[in-house]
């Protein structure tokens, strides 16, 4: 296949001066700590009958407990009803999966990038309603994980909090040394490298009293895997010469990590804790920490980090979760064999239960002003209480947050909405060791806030505070508890299963919280309603002890002072005076803040429904007129009261210009925002909606328990027949919208897919032109136009898969085109872009990053080879399977180039390619040096390949097949592949089977 190639730089704007900080691919503290009791999990009977699980849950587990203490969790696959059918059945789709960089590849994968426009949720402050604004990964068609695929992960009781006082993030530096080879695997990256060959992935994170590690794996090469995998613990290397190497990744991390508001705004509260307190640790490190300030206090990191490891990674404070399709009989001679040689120390467990109220300070209750590097504006009210891990059954922060984060009638944010002075509210603890911990849990409430709601951000706390003393006096109320705890029941009982390495990284660290029992349920369920419990704790969330922190940009030149390590602007000033006393008095309630009602989109009826057609393996499209289509697939396999229901309105008025872009942006969100009350009781009861801005349509996403589904999905089509907006609320989300395609643009990774994307599709819009478009200014008068064009003339392609009759399913294509009454399209829209043919040349294209202070840079060479049929992207495919371990060895490992770096599967608009990535720091490398360097790995590479043996060229293929010929984990999985062929109207629903049968 021939190919061209171009280089798309995303370089910083900052030449100079490294930056002394830090942050892992999770960031230390990213890993889930889940808040639970602290007792933990004892007892060594092999019987699993004493673990709680879901009905639905087809896995059989037993919890073991090794002569070294370390505990095990065993969880077998097999169907079979005693779980001990014979070890040597052939595994048949023995399983899949390429895991590494495939996030990457995922996000990239269907190049077409359906909005370069992405949700923040979950990392920095959530732009509101803007999270439909996001890239549409999930039209991959590739499945990223599978239950039959073999797992494991490994929880070790210590993290962060234990870093020594003259070497912080040492605890970081070692969960990424003992990757670096083993006694008896010496190979420094021998692991990545066996799991890559046999369709793996591994990933590991540190928090502040944890550090998780995890993998997964083809079955047949689970024995092995885990055997490599032990060895970490039992005798890695950690040679002296990888430390330079290995400091400089964790020295990205932390690069990485310095432009996200979050982490900024976690380390800065961080600082507000005693001195001496492991909340003001730097928990992530960098070079400085770890290199730079050792070598100059005559320290030997390598010394130190073997005395660590010898300190703290003791086998009994290990928790371990394996699951695979052998017996459990298997699983435990397997475990006991490997696992019983890692060490154990006998030395006490890191204690910090004993350093309680850390931020009874001085420094607490104030009004912080933070500079973010996004344009934001948002409010952050916090309370750092008693620690809450031991009253798991109940969960009374959950209860609160449940209340606090409602969006319905009577509630802070539907008020808020109201006087447009907010777009999102987040309430509760982010069960993240810098939120729960053995020495204080945290309660926060998050506001993203309008240009309007910052200028009256004291109103907006004293509304929250009413709210909270009206909960205060009316106390917990038993209704509202049975309600969430009926949903939570609902949906674990009918859980569909998750990705095994996501399911064992979960369990292995519940071991470490919760009863035997709970291990299951700990994190999911709410036992016990104990009023006295909550109250106690609603009681203490008053404003004499809360912490407000205000970001915004217009903080800028009035926040004097600088957070060490990621450089945070701010400053600090007592509450008001006339708040403060106020607040310290018996205020007013407000009238228009009180209880939700009860919930009428709660599923009753959990019956399957028989079919009333064939039973066919792929969707069959049951409806096709002028008007639109519908495919349908009823659910025989994974039998749950469950569906998807799924929808493309497509309207050429959409690509027509910037102009329109922006509006289609702006209609959907002000749908979002219209919605958000009344749909807000079926989100709570396990319905979920998305609403996406797509490139040639309007998409419509909806699923959950079939029962109340269609409630759903007809509330969003009346309230899209019936589109109003006003002046209020259309400004409002303009100006959001303008912060959110900044924040877009001043990330490296997006620009760099902006302007690789504009080079190589005709027609399309940048986001730089979008944004144009939107600062020139747009009136509601021309966005109710739009609608109106949009509304008259569209094609409906719908999906409806699940637990639905094929009627009941017609039913949902019906009730679209009859309720918004549109006419049939005068042209066909299409789907794809047309595609630039690269010249037989290399061409380089460099954009300036648009934050001055980022460090970061994205170099991506993509080579170009054309519209190729099935059997050639499977090639492309299994070219990109084998340069994924010698590009990161060569790349990461040895050149130190970035923490990111990953080759990559494209398919651009239907023009296959490939990529290589590699993200780095100006302050390390130019851009022209990362290029040149990614052409060395590819030469080099290039003549491996043609030497390479028939024996690991034919692994590599199986390892493929097996990718492609395993089973789906969930239905999700199934109709995520399935959505992908409908809406790029490929429709190749058999396309896997197609790929693995291609001759290579």
Request: charged residues 25%.
């Amino acid at each position: 296949m021939p190919v061209t190639n171009m280089v798309a730089c995303a370089e910083s704007a900052q030449p100079s001066q490294p930056e002394p900080n830090e942050d892992p691919v999770q960031h230390p503290a990213e890993a889930r700590d889940k808040g639970a009791s602290g007792d933990r999990g004892g007892g060594e009977s092999p019987v699993d009958s004493e673990i709680v699980k879901s009905p639905s849950d087809p896995k059989h587990y037993r919890y073991i407990k090794l002569d070294n203490g370390l505990q095990a969790l065993l969880i077998s696959d097999l169907s079979s009803t005693d779980g001990n059918p014979s070890d040597s059945e052939e595994e048949e789709g023995d399983l899949e999966e390429d895991g590494s960089g495939d996030e990457d590849a995922a996000e990239e994968d269907g190049d077409s990038g359906e909005g370069t426009e992405e949700s923040e949720h979950g990392e920095d402050e959530q732009d509101s309603d803007f999270e439909e604004l996001e890239d549409e990964s999930d039209l991959k068609k590739k499945k990223s994980c599978s239950e039959k695929q073999s797992a494991a992960a490994l929880c070790v009781g210590v993290g962060s909090f234990s870093d020594p006082d003259d070497l912080p993030g040492l605890a970081h530096f070692l969960e990424h040394m003992v990757f670096m080879g083993s006694e008896k695997y010496p190979a420094e990256n021998g692991f990545d490298a066996f799991l890559k060959k046999h369709g793996g992935s591994d990933n590991a994170s540190t928090d502040c009293e944890r550090t998780v590690f995890q993998f997964d794996v083809q079955r047949k090469h689970f024995r092995e895997a885990l055997d490599r995998w032990a060895q970490f613990f039992i005798s890695p290397l950690m040679i002296k010469d990888a430390i330079g190497r290995e400091v400089e990744a964790v020295d990205s991390e932390y690069q990485l990590a310095r432009p996200s508001d979050s982490h900024r705004k976690e380390m800065l509260f961080g600082s507000l804790a005693k001195p001496g307190h492991p909340m003001g640790k730097f928990c992530w490190g960098n070079a400085q920490t770890l290199k730079h300030e050792p070598k100059e206090k005559n320290i030997d990191t390598y010394v130190r980090l073997r005395e660590f490891w010898e300190q703290h990674y003791s086998a009994h404070y290990m928790t371990l979760a394996v699951q695979s399709k052998e017996s459990l009989d298997t699983l435990e001679e397997w475990v006991r064999e490997i696992f019983s040689k890692i060490p154990n120390n006998s030395l006490p467990k890191p204690n910090f239960s004993h350093l309680v109220d850390p931020f009874d300070t001085p420094a607490f209750n104030k009004l912080y002003r933070v500079v973010p590097v996004r344009k934001i504006h948002a409010l952050t009210i916090t309370w750092a209480l008693l620690p809450q891990e031991h009253h798991y059954r109940v969960k009374p922060l959950h209860f609160i947050s449940w209340l606090i984060g409602h969006e319905g009638t009577g509630s802070i944010l539907s008020l808020l909405r109201k006087k447009c002075w907010a777009l999102a509210l987040y309430g509760g603890n982010s069960e993240t060791g810098f939120d729960q911990n053995s020495t204080y849990s945290i309660f926060g409430i998050s506001i993203t806030l309008t240009d309007e709601g910052y200028r009256n951000y004291y109103q907006i706390a004293h509304l929250v505070f009413q709210y909270l003393k009206m909960l205060q006096k009316s106390g917990p109320q038993q209704r509202i508890y049975d309600e969430i705890q009926k949903i939570q029941d609902n949906e674990f009982h009918y859980q569909e299963q998750t990705d095994p390495i996501d399911y064992v990284e979960n369990v292995c660290e519940n071991m470490q919280l919760f009863r035997k029992p709970d291990i299951l349920t700990g994190d999911q369920l709410m036992f016990e309603y104990k009023p006295e419990v909550i109250s106690a704790v609603l009681n203490l969330l008053v404003p004499d002890t809360a912490n407000l922190l205000l970001l915004s940009p217009n903080n800028e030149g009035s926040c004097p002072l600088k957070e060490k390590w990621f450089g945070t602007q701010y400053s600090v000033q007592d509450i008001e005076k006339e708040w403060s006393e106020r607040w310290s008095g018996d205020f007013e309630l407000n009238p228009d803040l009180h209880l939700p009602a009860e919930n009428k989109f709660i599923a009753t009826d959990f019956n399957l429904k028989t079919s009333d057609c064939p039973d066919t393996e792929y969707p069959v499209r049951i409806i096709n007129n002028e008007k639109g289509c519908l495919w349908y697939k009823k659910d025989n396999k994974f039998k749950i009261p469950k569906a998807y229901v799924r929808f493309n309105l497509i309207s050429p008025l959409i690509q027509k210009s910037p102009e329109n872009l922006v509006l289609f942006d702006i209609f959907v969100n002000i749908l979002a925002h219209n919605l958000a009350e009344p749909a807000y009781e079926a989100d709570v009861a396990q319905l979920e909606y998305k609403l996406v801005a797509g490139e040639h349509g309007f998409v419509i996403k909806v699923k959950g328990f079939n029962h109340k589904l269609p409630l759903l999905f007809n509330l969003i089509i009346d309230y899209l027949a019936d589109f109003t907006a006003s002046p209020d609320v259309f400004s409002m989300i303009a100006e959001q919208l303008k912060k959110t395609y900044f924040n877009i643009l001043i990330k490296p990774d997006k620009l760099g897919k902006d302007a690789r994307l504009l080079i190589l599709e005709h027609s399309r819009w940048s986001m730089i032109q979008k944004y144009q478009a939107i600062m020139k200014g747009l009136s509601v008068e021309s966005l109710m136009s739009f609608v109106g064009k949009l509304k008259s003339q569209l094609y409906a392609e719908g999906m409806v898969q699940g637990n639905f009759t094929s009627r009941e399913a017609m039913e949902f294509l019906h009730y679209v085109i009859q309720k918004l009454q549109f006419q049939r399209l005068s042209v066909e829209v299409p789907v794809h872009f047309r595609v630039v043919e690269l010249p037989k040349v290399p061409h380089l294209c460099k954009v300036k990053s648009l934050n001055k202070g980022d460090a970061n840079s994205e170099v991506t060479v993509y080579y170009q080879s054309g519209p190729r049929n099935l059997r050639e992207h499977t090639l492309m495919e299994l070219l990109v399977m084998h340069m994924e371990e010698p590009c990161f060895d060569f790349l990461r490992t040895k050149e130190t180039l970035g923490y990111h770096v990953y080759p990559t599967c494209r398919n651009t608009s239907g023009v296959l390619g490939f990529s290589v990535t590699v993200e780095t720091q100006a302050t390390k490398f130019n851009t022209e040096e990362v290029d040149k360097k990614i052409e060395e790995f590819l030469t080099g590479f290039g003549e491996k390949m043609a030497s390479v043996a028939d024996e690991a060229f034919k692994a590599q293929v199986v390892a493929l097949i097996k990718l492609k010929e395993c089973e789906d984990t969930h239905l999700g999985e199934e109709v995520d592949r399935n959505w992908y062929e409908v809406v790029t109207q490929q429709y190749v629903f058999d396309r896997l089977n197609r790929e693995s049968c291609c001759p290579v």
